[in-house]
Each structure stands twice: as C-alpha cells, then as structure tokens.
C-alpha cells in the first residue's frame, strides 16, 4: 500500500491518499486487476477501485484518477 499526506494550503488540516496492493479482479475474465484507492480530508472522504489490465496501468490509473478527484 502507498500512503501519502499533504497539508492544506493555509489551513492545519491535511489530505491523505492511499492506493492498495493490485490484485486480480474476482469478477474478470481476462485476468485484469484492480487496486483501491482512498482519499480522506477534513468533510471529504471517498474509496475507490480502479482497473487495469495489468497491475502497472492498474496503479498508474490511480493516480491519474486520484489527481482528477482533488482538483
């Protein structure tokens, strides 16, 4: 799992993301993969999964994805 935390611009309080260990998706026919990913901050928090077809993209995804959720 990766964690981070980053402060929010002129306040006390942070955000915090994770993305978890890509695993295969149970529901997937082609062996692709899936990995969660959370984002907590003050009054705001959302769990996520993201696919891809290989553990790489999966995360990579995720990034991408968690980038787009806190702009």
């Excluded at 306040?11 to 082609?30: A, M, V, W, Y």
């Amino acid at each position: 799992m990766i964690k981070a935390r980053y402060p929010l611009t002129d306040t006390k309080d942070f955000i915090e993301i994770s993305i978890g260990q890509p695993e295969l998706d149970p529901k997937s026919r082609n062996n692709d993969h899936r990995c969660e990913c959370k984002i907590s901050a003050p009054n705001y928090g959302k769990n996520f999964h993201v696919y891809g077809i290989d553990e790489i993209q999966c995360v990579w995804l995720g990034l991408r994805q968690i980038r787009v959720e806190i702009a």
